[in-house]
């Protein structure tokens, strides 16, 4: 071979060796093919990790999503967004406005509108508008990261190494590359496993919203949020419902305001089986099912349901990323990545592994917590920014027939916290103006303002149980974030006539011991 023939070759060998991999392809040690390198991987699809994939990408960063949900016990997957777009608020807040359109038809005949005496729901039109609605959103989700240039995968993430990521979907694996990791998995429902045949027979809220055909009579288990919603809509389209209660309503919010939601529930038509526990669910011949259940007193009971719906808790989707494995410190109880490391409230204990959404540890499980905290996360990442998510004075509603929104703490907790001859609780009953001409139950209408006593009486928890009132507490979580006391409530001009300004309006004090029922004007 001729000398320069030799040299050209040799110079191509060492060429290919000794050629330096791309910036985004760099040779993985666990496989025989490249990895792509990222600034930032985010693993969960749902509302905070896409908040904080959009961001960084929006600052300049190399991202990608990975987003993977395992089918539902009963079969049922969904698309891109979470939780919240696919099984949770977008869903359920729709189907509570269609139980709401139900009563204000019955209700209209009051206001003189000649409404036919027999008006029929169908489960099979509104589900389907509600999963057009809920895929428009999936589709829209995939549109946006595409135009801010955030790769997506649908691939189940799985960590290495405290910088590699493996990523597993149809077409085989992947490994990622990156400088920082965010978890943001959400959580899933949690099936009583001591509950024969829950597995097999029962559903959960990731199943109720994509129903093809109607649940018809039906158990919900549990007296979460979760359970109480579903449980006021399909009592308000029409079904059959009862809710099976361990212990107490709502756990973590007022007790109060619980109860008298519960209440309200009751007189609606919800049946509450209370101081129980189920044993089994068994099928029967017919396709129903069959449910023994143990009451407070230790005897069994039996019932035939079409549909039994768990909703006993959520619990973190951690089991298969493999965090423990590189020192990601983990709730015992929870699954959840416990928080708060080096001074920054989503840093876990790997300092460039973080988590967002429902996935930390004693941080609220809501949508708007997830998206701020998500974004604030990336501008101090990639932006030189120092702002911590604040995670006091969350506003929430819980979207029952009647609505109970609440912002700050509750009664128990100011009692625990400052003492009770230290606070100050301001309440009133009162009667929505909708509610008098078609005559409807008011009696459960509450408000509860819970001050500091010592003056100027800082607000704070402020609770409200009426109509609209996720609408009516945005506005006063503002107020409240901003450090509203109780003089500056009660000067405020009221909108007259709302349900709103009777908060403005509340001035008994549960101390007085005097009748709390508004008296109008």
Same mark, same amino acid.
């Given at each position: 071979?001729?000398?320069?023939?030799?040299?050209?070759?040799?110079?191509?060998?060492?060429?290919?060796?000794?050629?330096?991999?791309?910036?985004?392809?760099?040779?993985?040690?666990?496989?025989?093919?490249?990895?792509?390198?990222?600034?930032?991987?985010?693993?969960?699809?749902?509302?905070?990790?896409?908040?904080?994939?959009?961001?960084?990408?929006?600052?300049?960063?190399? @991202? =990608?999503?990975?987003?993977y949900v395992a089918p539902s016990t009963q079969g049922t997957k969904?698309?891109?967004?979470?939780?919240? =777009?696919?099984?949770?608020?977008?869903?359920?807040?729709?189907?509570?406005?269609?139980?709401?359109?139900?009563?204000?038809?019955?209700?209209?005949?009051?206001?003189?509108?000649?409404?036919?005496?027999?008006?029929?729901?169908?489960?099979?039109?509104?589900?389907?508008?509600?999963?057009?609605?809920?895929?428009?959103?999936?589709? %829209?989700?995939?549109?946006?990261?595409?135009?801010?240039?955030?790769?997506?995968?649908?691939?189940?993430?799985?960590?290495?190494?405290?910088?590699?990521?493996?990523?597993?979907? %149809?077409?085989?694996?992947?490994?990622?590359?990156?400088?920082?990791?965010?978890?943001?998995?959400?959580?899933?429902?949690?099936?009583?496993?001591?509950?024969? %045949?829950?597995?097999?027979? &029962?559903?959960?809220?990731?199943? *109720?919203?994509?129903?093809?055909?109607?649940?018809?009579?039906?158990?919900? @288990?549990?007296?979460?949020?979760? /359970?109480?919603?579903? /449980?006021?809509?399909?009592?308000?389209?029409?079904?059959?419902?009862?809710?099976?209660?361990?212990?107490?309503?709502?756990?973590?919010?007022?007790?109060?305001?619980?109860?008298?939601?519960?209440?309200?529930?009751?007189?609606?038509?919800?049946?509450?089986?209370?101081?129980?526990?189920? *044993?089994?669910?068994?099928?029967?011949?017919? #396709?129903?099912?069959?449910?023994?259940?143990? +009451?407070?007193?230790?005897?069994?009971?039996?019932?035939?349901?079409?549909?039994?719906? *768990?909703?006993?808790?959520?619990?973190?989707?951690?089991?298969?990323?493999?965090?423990?494995?590189? #020192?990601?410190?983990?709730?015992?109880?929870?699954?959840?990545?416990?928080?708060?490391?080096?001074?920054?409230?989503?840093?876990?204990?790997?300092?460039?592994?973080? &988590?967002?959404?429902? @996935?930390?540890?004693?941080?609220?499980?809501?949508?708007?917590?997830?998206?701020?905290?998500?974004?604030?996360?990336?501008?101090?990442?990639?932006?030189?920014?120092?702002?911590?998510?604040?995670?006091?004075? *969350?506003?929430?509603?819980?979207?029952?027939?009647?609505?109970? #929104?609440?912002?700050?703490?509750?009664?128990?907790?100011?009692?625990?916290?400052?003492?009770? +001859?230290?606070?100050?609780?301001?309440?009133?009953?009162?009667?929505?103006?909708?509610?008098?001409?078609?005559?409807?139950?008011?009696?459960?209408?509450?408000?509860?303002?819970?001050c500091e006593r010592e003056h100027p009486s800082k607000i704070l928890?402020?609770?409200?149980?009426?109509?609209?009132?996720?609408?009516?507490?945005?506005?006063?979580?503002?107020?409240?974030?901003?450090?509203?006391?109780?003089?500056?409530?009660?000067?405020?001009?009221?909108?007259?006539?709302?349900?709103?300004?009777?908060?403005?309006?509340?001035?008994?004090?549960?101390?007085?011991?005097?009748?709390?029922?508004?008296?109008?004007?």
């Amino acid at each position: 071979m001729a000398a320069p023939m030799r040299r050209w070759i040799v110079r191509k060998l060492m060429s290919r060796f000794l050629k330096r991999p791309k910036l985004d392809q760099i040779h993985c040690c666990y496989c025989n093919t490249a990895k792509k390198r990222y600034d930032l991987v985010v693993i969960g699809g749902g509302s905070g990790g896409l908040a904080c994939a959009k961001e960084a990408a929006e600052l300049g960063k190399k @991202v =990608v999503v990975l987003d993977y949900v395992a089918p539902s016990t009963q079969g049922t997957k969904w698309g891109l967004g979470g939780t919240c =777009v696919n099984v949770g608020c977008i869903p359920k807040k729709l189907m509570h406005q269609a139980a709401l359109l139900g009563q204000a038809i019955e209700q209209s005949r009051a206001f003189g509108w000649n409404v036919p005496p027999e008006v029929q729901h169908s489960w099979e039109t509104m589900c389907t508008a509600v999963q057009g609605h809920v895929k428009s959103l999936n589709w %829209g989700h995939r549109v946006q990261l595409q135009s801010k240039k955030v790769d997506y995968l649908n691939a189940q993430g799985s960590l290495v190494d405290q910088h590699t990521v493996k990523a597993v979907h %149809g077409k085989g694996e992947e490994y990622l590359e990156t400088d920082n990791i965010v978890v943001a998995v959400g959580g899933r429902p949690r099936l009583p496993f001591e509950v024969s %045949g829950v597995l097999q027979h &029962a559903i959960t809220s990731d199943d *109720i919203f994509w129903m093809k055909k109607s649940p018809g009579k039906t158990l919900v @288990v549990g007296a979460s949020y979760i /359970a109480l919603e579903c /449980a006021g809509f399909l009592t308000g389209l029409g079904f059959d419902t009862t809710v099976m209660v361990r212990s107490i309503f709502l756990r973590n919010f007022d007790q109060q305001l619980a109860n008298l939601l519960a209440d309200y529930m009751e007189n609606e038509g919800t049946r509450f089986i209370k101081q129980s526990i189920p *044993i089994s669910i068994d099928k029967l011949s017919s #396709g129903q099912l069959n449910v023994t259940y143990r +009451d407070s007193t230790g005897t069994t009971h039996e019932e035939v349901f079409d549909t039994v719906l *768990i909703a006993t808790g959520r619990k973190a989707e951690t089991g298969k990323l493999g965090l423990e494995n590189i #020192g990601v410190s983990l709730d015992a109880e929870s699954s959840k990545v416990i928080g708060g490391h080096g001074g920054d409230t989503e840093r876990s204990t790997v300092q460039h592994i973080y &988590a967002v959404g429902d @996935v930390l540890h004693g941080r609220p499980e809501l949508t708007p917590v997830a998206i701020k905290a998500g974004k604030l996360l990336a501008h101090r990442l990639y932006n030189g920014s120092t702002m911590q998510m604040n995670y006091e004075q *969350i506003a929430t509603t819980i979207f029952t027939p009647l609505e109970y #929104g609440c912002v700050g703490i509750s009664e128990e907790t100011a009692v625990e916290k400052h003492g009770e +001859d230290n606070i100050e609780v301001y309440h009133a009953f009162y009667r929505p103006l909708e509610f008098t001409v078609p005559n409807k139950d008011s009696s459960q209408c509450y408000i509860k303002v819970i001050c500091e006593r010592e003056h100027p009486s800082k607000i704070l928890g402020l609770h409200l149980l009426g109509p609209n009132a996720g609408e009516i507490i945005q506005g006063f979580a503002v107020a409240i974030k901003a450090g509203l006391d109780y003089s500056t409530l009660v000067s405020t001009v009221a909108i007259h006539p709302t349900c709103a300004e009777e908060i403005v309006k509340i001035h008994i004090t549960k101390r007085s011991g005097l009748d709390p029922t508004s008296t109008g004007c």
